[in-house]
Structures are given as structure tokens and as C-alpha cells.
């Protein structure tokens, strides 16, 4: 990152290289929690992403323009206010900017990353820098030689959890006991995801999350940065759930049968009639059908479906779809757009991630207005997706994705499917 600040004293001058160390950790941290690749490699999209997510765990909205100008996509003549830098430190469980600056002192930092219009010193002045920069390094080195010799142990370890309802949205009462351990930090993940990482306090018992859409979830407790506990939990749909994918709480559609011959929808009407303006900002929609009753071991597997996007209004220029398979061992998403928006397109097979932007998807690129046939075959350890009988991607499993559990199919703005099966 870097700033051009003009620097009056030695005081404001320390106080802002403090700063901006703090900004670069916070930025390294947020780089490692998403595990998305090198950051001078992401695109607008990208930004676009982790904006989303920091107002899914913070309800702050930060705008793409503000995360490019704090990782120095943009030039930027100034530092983020404290209430960008609230959100940032509460998207890394902090509470907030104050309690994650209060966490160890920085060490000395390499000037060649930072642009400051320095004061001018004094030759007692530099050698009085050298030894404080000295005299910090000695204590960090030291604070990290005793951080990394500490061996995490544990016994007795709690972790269960109880959906208290049927269907959604739904609570889920996590139980947990990790009072015999020796852990500074403890932490619920309600899947693989990692976003989904919440931290709680070490001597409770107790934490309640409420769940808003069907899934396979594998929750997992963590201390320290240790996965020491998890267990499968599935929130079922109670047949075939339609949403409008609102934040921070989807609008729950009525239900529709669907039998063979039938055509379960979302439609335009249905944004109209909920009050969506979709003028304003584009929802996605979605259709669940998650069941415990429903499971097919990946060993052997077939989905096929036909579906469009219908969407008539304006924007959602791209009619992307997105079919999604939940698995106990992960995920796959198939993402469907026009032949003009593939590089915005992003796969998941399992929990590899599959970019667009540095992968060639142009197979997936397709006009959604007419029916596609969409089939997605497992077998051997190996994966074939076909389009309409054309193979656009086929390669092999890093590991076993375990039962298929249940899908979902997401429309950008609205879209139709007139067959779906598994088997």
C-alpha cells in the first residue's frame, strides 16, 4: 500500500507509520482469510465479491472504489476513515478498529513500501530512532519465538449442535465446552467456507446462528487456527423452496409443484408483486430442494436439467444461471452467461475454485434465453459437465466429493426449469 502524506512532526510522523502497519496487517489477514490468489492479481469483480461479504458479516457497505483505494489499485492521498477501518477489523472478528490495533506492537517497517514526505532529523534524532527500531525488533522477535512454542492442548471437547424447526428459516443451537484447553481464540465455521467463521467467547457453552437458506453445512470448531471438532449439518427445504435472494434476508416465494411436465418459475411478476426494484439493483433467485431423504453417493452420479433465464427488464445484460450441488465434501457450482460475460463466471468443483478471469470458460457462455440441457456426470474420481451435449469442462476430483445432498438453481432476475433429476 502506498500513501503520500506530508508529515509535520516526528510524533505525527510515528503515528502514521503505526497506522499504516496496521492497515497492511489488517489487508494481509483479509488476503488469507479469503485464499483468493495474489491481491495485485484481483479484478473489479473481485472487489465487487469481498464487498458483498464484508456486508454479509458487518452490514457496513464498503464500496468496491474503497477497497481498490486501501489496496492500492487507486491512487489515494489520505488514510480510510475510522469507520472503513471499523468494518475491516469487525470482518476479521474484532470488535473493532481500536481492539485490533491493540493487539502486539509493529515491528520496524520497510520504508520501501510506504511514500511519506518525511521531517528532517536531527543526528540525535536518527540514532534515537535506530534504537527504538532495535529495541522493538528484539520484543517482537521474542513475542513471536514464544507465540510459536506454544503447543495448543485440549481434552473433553463439547461441539454438537440442534436445529430447533423444520425447514427455514431456522435457528441452530451450537453447544460447545472448551474450557479445558489452552486456546486464546475460539472460533464456530458453520461449513467449509471460511467466511462463514465466527468467533465466540471461550467460556461459554452456547452460540445461536439462524440459517436463512437450505444447505449441507459441516460445522467445525476451531481453536487457535486448529480444526479440532465437526459435524454434518443439513437444513432441509421442505420440497422445493423459491426465493428472492434479498439481503440480509431472502423473501420466501410461495410454493409450486413440480411434476413431470410441470415448469417451476420464478417470474418478473414475482419481483413486481414483492415490491423488488429491480431497476435499482438486480436479486438473483433461487430454487431449493435440499432433503435428507434425497442422497446420492458421488462415486456414481447424474444431474441433468433444462432451465432458462427469463428475465425481460432492464439490466442483468449478462443472464447469467448458476446451478449449485451440495455435497458433504464441498460444492459445485455451474455458472452459465452469455458468451460476453464468461470472464465474470466463476466454477466450483468441490472447494476448488475456478475463475473466469484466469480460466477459459468461454463453454459456458451461452444464450440463456432458450432452453439448455445441462448435465453434470461423476464417475471414477472424474467430472464431465456437457451443455446442450457438448462437453465444456471434464477433469479430475482432488478428493472424494462424499453424497450429494440437495441443489440449487439461481436465475439472475428471473428464470424457469422444466426438468430436474438426479440419480
Not at 509535520?8 to 488476503?31: A, G
Not at 460447545?176 to 467456507?193: C, E, H, L, R
Not at 432441509?236 to 423459491?242: A, I, Y
Not at 408483486?273 to 442422497?295: A, C, G, I, Y
Request: hydrophobic share 40%; charged share 20%.
Amino acid at each position: 500500500m502506498r500513501f503520500s502524506i506530508a508529515i509535520e512532526n516526528n510524533r505525527d510522523y510515528k503515528q502514521m507509520k503505526t497506522e499504516i502497519f496496521y492497515i497492511e496487517r489488517c489487508r494481509q489477514l483479509i488476503e488469507t482469510k479469503l485464499a483468493w490468489g495474489n491481491s495485485g492479481e484481483w479484478q473489479n469483480q473481485d472487489f465487487e465479491n469481498l464487498s458483498e461479504r464484508i456486508f454479509e458479516k458487518t452490514k457496513v457497505s464498503l464500496s468496491s472504489s474503497t477497497l481498490k483505494r486501501i489496496w492500492g489499485k487507486v491512487h489515494y492521498t489520505g488514510l480510510p476513515n475510522i469507520s472503513t477501518l471499523n468494518a475491516l477489523a469487525q470482518f476479521l472478528d474484532y470488535e473493532n478498529w481500536r481492539a485490533f490495533t491493540s493487539n502486539g506492537l509493529p515491528p520496524a517497517i520497510n520504508q520501501e513500501t510506504i511514500s511519506l514526505v518525511k521531517p528532517k532529523k536531527t543526528v540525535v534524532q536518527t540514532y534515537w530512532w535506530l534504537a527504538i527500531t532495535l529495541f522493538l525488533g528484539v520484543l517482537i522477535t521474542f513475542g513471536a519465538f514464544f507465540k510459536i512454542s506454544k503447543v495448543l492442548t485440549f481434552e473433553q471437547i463439547v461441539f454438537t449442535s440442534k436445529p430447533v424447526t423444520f425447514g427455514v428459516p431456522n435457528t441452530v443451537i451450537f453447544n460447545y465446552d472448551v474450557t479445558k484447553s489452552n486456546a486464546d481464540s475460539v472460533f464456530i465455521q458453520q461449513s467449509w467456507d471460511i467466511k462463514r467463521r465466527y468467533k465466540v467467547a471461550k467460556h461459554l457453552h452456547e452460540y445461536a446462528s439462524t440459517y436463512y437458506t437450505p444447505g449441507y453445512f459441516r460445522a467445525k470448531l476451531i481453536l487457535n487456527d486448529s480444526i479440532v471438532k465437526e459435524h454434518d449439518l443439513l437444513i432441509e427445504s421442505d420440497g422445493w423452496l423459491r426465493t428472492i435472494d434479498t439481503k440480509p434476508q431472502p423473501i420466501y416465494l410461495s410454493k409450486l409443484s413440480f411434476e413431470k411436465n410441470d415448469i417451476l418459475n420464478i417470474t418478473d411478476d414475482d419481483l413486481l408483486k414483492n415490491k423488488v426494484d429491480f431497476n435499482k439493483e438486480l436479486p438473483w433467485v433461487s430454487l431449493f430442494n435440499v432433503s435428507k431423504q434425497r442422497q446420492y453417493s458421488s462415486q456414481s452420479f447424474e444431474m441433468e436439467t433444462i432451465l432458462r433465464n427469463t428475465f425481460k427488464g432492464k439490466g442483468g445484460a449478462c443472464k447469467q444461471i448458476k446451478i449449485i450441488l451440495f455435497s458433504t465434501n464441498g460444492i459445485i457450482v455451474l455458472p452459465l452467461s452469455i458468451k460476453g460475460c464468461v470472464g465474470e463466471l466463476e466454477m466450483f468443483i468441490g472447494e476448488e475454485r475456478i475463475s473466469g478471469k484466469t480460466t477459459n470458460l468461454s463453454a459456458f457462455g451461452i444464450n440463456t434465453d432458450d432452453w439448455i440441457t445441462v448435465k453434470c456426470i461423476i464417475k471414477n474420481q472424474r467430472i464431465n459437465i456437457l451443455i446442450n451435449n457438448n462437453i465444456a469442462y471434464e477433469g479430475g476430483l482432488k478428493h472424494s466429493l462424499g453424497q450429494i445432498v440437495g441443489s440449487r438453481i439461481s436465475f439472475l432476475g428471473a428464470g424457469e426449469v422444466k426438468k430436474f433429476a438426479m440419480r
